[in-house]
Structures are given as C-alpha cells and as structure tokens.
C-alpha cells in the first residue's frame, strides 16, 4: 500500500517550503512524499504552521496538499467536518497529518477523527507516552509506554437508539476481524521496535461475550510470536497499575473505549497529554495527529504547544520512510526541552529557562537542528505499515440455530408479574415466557422488591413444546401476536447456539 510513498523518499531533497497559515495554502518548490494537510480549528492553524516550518526545515521531503475540515466545513452543511475534495486528497495521498478540530454541539454532527478512521480503515491508533523527566514533571520518570487502541468498534460504532421515554441504548460491538488486526499490530510494532511484551486490557469477567472474544483473540495471535510476552489484565485493574507503576508496561492494546482512557491517563502520567502525539493506522492509509482538542480558548494568542503535533509528524516520517529526518527533528525537540523553552502551558516545569510563544518554540527547534540532548534518548518509534495477513485466526462458519428470542418492550407498568401474566396469556407461537428483566437486572421470576424497574423491560422467549429450534416464521408469528396485545416491542435479539454453544448470556 504505502510502498510506493516509500520509494518517492528517495527523491531529491525538498526546499524550504512557504506556509501561509492565514489562508491555508502552500507552495513548494520541489517534489516530496505527497500528504494532505489540514489546519483544523482553534490552535490548530498556529501549531499546524509551526510543525510545517520545523518539517521543512528540517529537509523533510514532503509535498502538501492542504484541505479544509472542521467548522467551516460544518457550516457548508457536510456533517462529517469533511467535503468531498478532502476525501479525494485523502484517498491520492493516503497520508493525512491534520491538527486538532472542533466538532460542534448539535444533532446529526460527526466528528472528523472518528470518520476519517472508520471510513479509511484507520484501525490501529498507536500513542507512544514517554516521561521527559526532569524537563517535564512526572512521578514516573522511567515510563515509555505505548498504548495501541482499536479505532473502529466497541461503543464507539455510534450505534444508540432513545428506546423509550426513561431508556437509550448504545451498542457494543466486537468483531474477530476487527480484534484480530489491532492486536497482531500491537505485536508487530512491538517486534519492529524490539519491545518485550504486550498486555491485553478487556473487562471480560463481565462482558463475557464481547470483551472475551477481544481477549481470546489476544491469545491465539500471541502463540504466533513466541519472543515477546503476552499478558492479559481486567481493565480497571491494568489502568490502576498503569497509574501507580507505568514501568510494569511495555505496550498495551485495548478495545477502543478502554484504548481512549489508557492513553490519556498515560499521557498525563508521563507528564502532559499536549506532549503526546497519535498514529491511525490502516490498510489504506494513515492519518497523524495530537491527542488534545483544539482550545478555542487560547487560540490566536500565539502561546499554544505544538509539540503533540510535531511528535505526531515524527511518527509520519518514520511511517513513510523518511527515518533520518525524523530522528533529526526529535532530537532537536528534546534539546529544547533540555535547554527548558516552554510555552506557556509547561512554564512550571522545574527547569523552564525561558517563556516563548508557539513560533519562538518553533525557531527553538529549528535552532537546534543538528544537535543532540544530552541525556534524554531520543527514539522516535517505528510505525509499521500493515502488510501482513489480516485474517489468521478466522474460524470455521459454526452450525448456528435459533433456541429462542429477547423481545424489548416499552411497557409502563411497574410490576414484573402483571407483565408476565399478560404474556403468559398470548399465543407466544411455540415459545415460552422464562425470564424478564429490567436495565439487565432480573426481575421475574423470583424478582427482588428492592430491584429497579424502568419502562424497559426484556422478555426472553425460549423454544417449548419440544422443539430443537425455531424459524424466523415462529418469531414473526410471537411478534404479530404481541403487535395484536397492543405490546409495545421497541427490538429483538434473536438467541442461538453456535455449535451448540448459548451465544448469548
């Protein structure tokens, strides 16, 4: 996929490059790696032009197509934050290196982040937390974690639906292929960037269906890399020790809301989330950006950090090749935090010289290309491009069969055992009422008085009569019947065994 951009590094150096912030063009005066830009909004056009200026001067040999995302793009009426001119350059240059963007309040609004990974196939989003100690203040000085996150499913699919007037509903969604794919990444960047061991974060002692195919998917990728070691942890426990003892981590890979929070409580455990920068990384494609939001609130005074962005860009040239320019400039960042210029929002840090805007840190580093810190190491990480088989650990299609169905009404009623009598009196078509529940909870039979009832409530229907299986015609028919009682049914889930195993609980 990405080969082709590797080759074109090879060309001859670019020369400096004129960024025009102000109105979101460029020119350049020689041939690059083509990637697309955008500025995004808030602090994003001041931190964009400041990355810009260091690539550049750094030799990066890049050439830039700039597209417009975000607010103004919003406001021409394109939902997604991004027009079809952007999703065309997207897809030519299939590098996108796109500062922060602000997503406004308001229904039917998506955000440009979670489109672009799911429309691109960005499934893999890599963040590298590294402790600066002691430029940048951190009770763990010894942390270099990276936390690789799945960017496409769990409850970040969006699938939610209002149910009824007390219920909404969001779905957690966990596929083998979209689980298979993030964490044979996690192990083939932790085998490019000669990491020790990758430890897996679900909940599956609850989520034992959803979160445990994320985990055994996790050991059945392990066993094909013998060399680095596999571990599992509970989520809430893992992000505690991440807390306390972020030395214990090597790299980590979580589904995507675990992935979410892992990462940012790691960035402010190694210092500062506006230190970090975030690979997406796909099949198709890559898109680089820093993990903050674009803070309208400082924006145009000049005194926003770049550095998740330029750190963000590192990870870009190492993506598409350009290996020695990205070394270059990392070392002149972390000479600058040795030499303690901060801007403004790492001025307390315990050995801050000097106090600059956002282009005098730019010009910091720019100054100090060529040169090397003097104790911190510098390691831009290795980013890889995905070419290897996606899909080793398919199973074979299982003998499925339909044993019963949940039935979700919206019933106003507060007592379980007169909405169970009044089912119970239907012709429920070869079904048997066993089990309602309300929020999860049960409720009947042999419900407790103290439990919580909502207007929600999940009628599990099981094959009787001495069936073996149902059809979708049996449960068409239970539905029409409910339909003629006047039940309010809102879903079904049908429930069915997989080679004789309950796939549900």
Same mark, same amino acid.
């Given at each position: 996929?990405?080969?082709?951009?590797?080759?074109?590094?090879?060309?001859?150096?670019?020369?400096?490059?004129?960024?025009?912030?102000?109105?979101?063009?460029?020119?350049?005066?020689?041939?690059?790696?083509?990637?697309?830009?955008?500025?995004?909004?808030?602090?994003?056009?001041?931190?964009?032009?400041?990355?810009?200026?260091?690539?550049?001067?750094?030799?990066?040999?890049?050439?830039?197509?700039?597209?417009?995302?975000?607010?103004?793009?919003?406001?021409?009426?394109?939902?997604?934050?991004?027009?079809?001119?952007?999703?065309?350059?997207?897809?030519?240059?299939?590098?996108?290196?796109?500062?922060?963007?602000?997503?406004?309040?308001?229904?039917?609004?998506?955000?440009?982040?979670?489109?672009?990974?799911?429309?691109?196939?960005?499934?893999?989003?890599?963040?590298?937390?590294?402790?600066?100690?002691?430029?940048?203040?951190?009770?763990?000085?010894?942390?270099?974690?990276?936390?690789?996150?799945?960017?496409?499913?769990?409850?970040?699919?969006?699938?939610?639906?209002?149910?009824?007037?007390?219920?909404?509903?969001?779905?957690?969604?966990?596929?083998?292929?979209?689980?298979?794919?993030?964490?044979?990444?996690?192990?083939?960047?932790?085998?490019?960037?000669?990491?020790?061991?990758?430890?897996?974060?679900?909940?599956?002692?609850?989520?034992?269906?959803?979160?445990?195919?994320?985990?055994?998917?996790?050991?059945?990728?392990?066993?094909?890399?013998?060399?680095?070691?596999?571990?599992?942890?509970?989520?809430?426990?893992?992000?505690?020790?991440?807390?306390?003892?972020?030395?214990?981590?090597?790299?980590?890979?979580?589904?995507?809301?675990?992935?979410?929070?892992?990462?940012?409580?790691?960035?402010?455990?190694?210092?500062?989330?506006?230190?970090?920068?975030?690979?997406?990384?796909?099949?198709?494609?890559?898109?680089?950006?820093?993990?903050? !939001?674009?803070?309208?609130?400082?924006?145009?005074?000049?005194?926003?950090?770049?550095?998740?962005?330029?750190?963000?860009?590192?990870?870009?040239?190492?993506?598409?090749?350009?290996?020695?320019?990205?070394?270059?400039?990392?070392?002149?960042?972390?000479?600058?935090?040795?030499?303690?210029?901060?801007?403004?929002?790492?001025?307390?840090?315990?050995?801050?010289?000097?106090?600059?805007?956002?282009?005098?840190?730019?010009?910091?580093?720019?100054?100090?290309?060529?040169?090397?810190?003097?104790?911190?190491?510098?390691?831009?990480?290795?980013?890889?491009?995905?070419?290897?088989?996606?899909?080793?650990?398919?199973?074979?299609?299982?003998?499925?069969?339909?044993?019963?169905?949940?039935?979700?009404?919206?019933?106003?009623?507060?007592?379980?055992?007169?909405?169970?009598?009044?089912?119970?009196?239907?012709?429920?078509?070869?079904?048997?009422?066993?089990?309602?529940?309300?929020? !999860?909870?049960?409720?009947?039979?042999?419900?407790?008085?103290?439990?919580?009832?909502?207007?929600?409530?999940?009628?599990?229907?099981?094959?009787?009569?001495?069936?073996?299986?149902?059809?979708?015609?049996?449960?068409?028919?239970?539905?029409?019947?409910?339909?003629?009682?006047?039940?309010?049914?809102?879903?079904?889930?049908?429930?069915?065994?997989?080679?004789?195993?309950?796939?549900?609980?």
């Amino acid at each position: 996929m990405l080969t082709a951009l590797r080759e074109r590094t090879n060309e001859r150096p670019a020369s400096i490059v004129d960024w025009d912030a102000s109105t979101s063009t460029q020119t350049i005066r020689s041939e690059g790696t083509p990637i697309t830009v955008a500025y995004g909004d808030g602090i994003g056009p001041e931190i964009m032009s400041a990355t810009l200026d260091i690539l550049s001067a750094a030799g990066a040999k890049l050439k830039p197509q700039t597209i417009e995302v975000g607010e103004k793009v919003y406001d021409r009426g394109f939902v997604s934050g991004i027009g079809p001119d952007g999703w065309r350059s997207l897809r030519n240059t299939k590098v996108f290196l796109k500062a922060p963007v602000s997503t406004p309040q308001g229904g039917g609004l998506k955000s440009v982040n979670v489109t672009v990974r799911k429309a691109l196939g960005l499934y893999a989003n890599v963040r590298p937390c590294v402790a600066y100690a002691p430029h940048v203040s951190t009770r763990s000085p010894g942390m270099n974690v990276v936390v690789v996150r799945e960017n496409e499913e769990d409850l970040y699919a969006g699938i939610e639906h209002r149910q009824t007037d007390d219920v909404v509903q969001c779905l957690k969604l966990i596929s083998r292929r979209g689980s298979e794919r993030v964490i044979r990444y996690a192990f083939e960047f932790a085998q490019a960037n000669e990491r020790e061991k990758v430890t897996c974060l679900t909940k599956d002692n609850i989520m034992k269906l959803s979160d445990g195919l994320f985990h055994r998917v996790f050991d059945e990728v392990a066993q094909t890399y013998p060399d680095i070691l596999a571990e599992h942890l509970i989520v809430d426990h893992g992000i505690a020790k991440l807390a306390t003892n972020p030395e214990y981590f090597d790299v980590i890979v979580a589904p995507n809301l675990y992935g979410d929070i892992v990462s940012d409580v790691a960035a402010q455990v190694a210092g500062s989330i506006g230190l970090v920068g975030s690979a997406n990384i796909g099949h198709h494609g890559a898109m680089f950006e820093a993990i903050h !939001g674009s803070a309208p609130a400082i924006a145009g005074k000049g005194t926003a950090n770049p550095s998740g962005l330029l750190l963000a860009a590192v990870m870009m040239l190492q993506h598409i090749g350009q290996h020695e320019i990205a070394e270059r400039v990392q070392r002149a960042w972390l000479r600058t935090l040795e030499d303690g210029i901060n801007t403004a929002d790492c001025d307390d840090q315990p050995r801050a010289t000097a106090r600059v805007g956002t282009k005098e840190f730019a010009q910091a580093v720019i100054d100090r290309l060529g040169s090397s810190p003097r104790h911190l190491h510098a390691n831009t990480p290795r980013v890889p491009v995905p070419d290897w088989p996606m899909m080793e650990t398919v199973e074979p299609s299982a003998n499925k069969e339909i044993v019963g169905v949940d039935v979700f009404v919206d019933w106003r009623g507060n007592s379980p055992e007169i909405l169970a009598q009044t089912l119970q009196e239907l012709d429920t078509n070869g079904f048997a009422l066993s089990m309602i529940t309300s929020r !999860g909870v049960k409720v009947w039979p042999n419900g407790l008085a103290e439990s919580l009832c909502t207007d929600h409530w999940r009628c599990r229907f099981m094959i009787a009569g001495g069936q073996d299986t149902a059809n979708h015609e049996q449960i068409n028919g239970l539905l029409s019947n409910l339909a003629t009682a006047h039940i309010d049914f809102i879903k079904l889930e049908t429930l069915c065994t997989f080679n004789d195993e309950p796939g549900y609980s």
